[in-house]
């Protein structure tokens, strides 16, 4: 799957690294509150599962999926939920856990959404930041790395589902979508 990448952004190792750091840090910032961890999925689900391994926290988590990309590499603008969240969040502090911020739609929307049913708080970690990306103003609690307004892939990201289960990230081969 290697060929299909233009550049590799970052390995295994350096994720881990990242991710390591940030939930000893979240998990220092949740001390003594009992938060849930809410993952978007798909792209997220990796991330998270490295994330949690790394808060020695109480914690709870759950799950919510949404798509706005399908198998193009700009977002339709449209972020539709396909799959709610199993427990209620009233009263309680939501860490949103995601996989890229890029457009910032998915994350602004569900970001009210989780306000709305009326969350304590309601903060973000990202393992992506594509800043460059940005169509509405949205700024991450944590981010792992930013990166170029290119489209990557692996450690979750997807190009219409594929490369999911790479554990590094890349820049897709622009020929890769182009012939679709
Ligand atoms: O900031 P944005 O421009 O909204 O982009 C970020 C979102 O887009 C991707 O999801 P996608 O719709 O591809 O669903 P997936 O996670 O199932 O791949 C990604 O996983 C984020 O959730
Ligand atoms: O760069 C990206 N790659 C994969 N999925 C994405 N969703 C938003 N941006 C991206
Ligand atoms: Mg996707």
Redesign the pocket.
Known sequence: MREDLQELLFSEEQIQARVKQMGEQIAKDYQGENPIAVC?????VLFMADLIRYMDIPLEIDFI??????ASTK?SGV?RILKDLDRSVEDRHVLIV??????????S?LRDSLLRRNALSVKIATAFD?PD???VDITPDYSGFVVPNRFIVGY???YA?RY?NLPYVGVLKPAVYEKN
């Not at 978007?40 to 997220?44: M, Q, R």
């Open positions: 978007v999925l798909k792209g997220a999926a949404t798509s706005s990309y399908g977002s972020v995601e996989d890229i911020v890029d457009s910032g739609l998915t994350l929307y594509k990306g940005r169509t979750g990201l997807d589902e999911r």
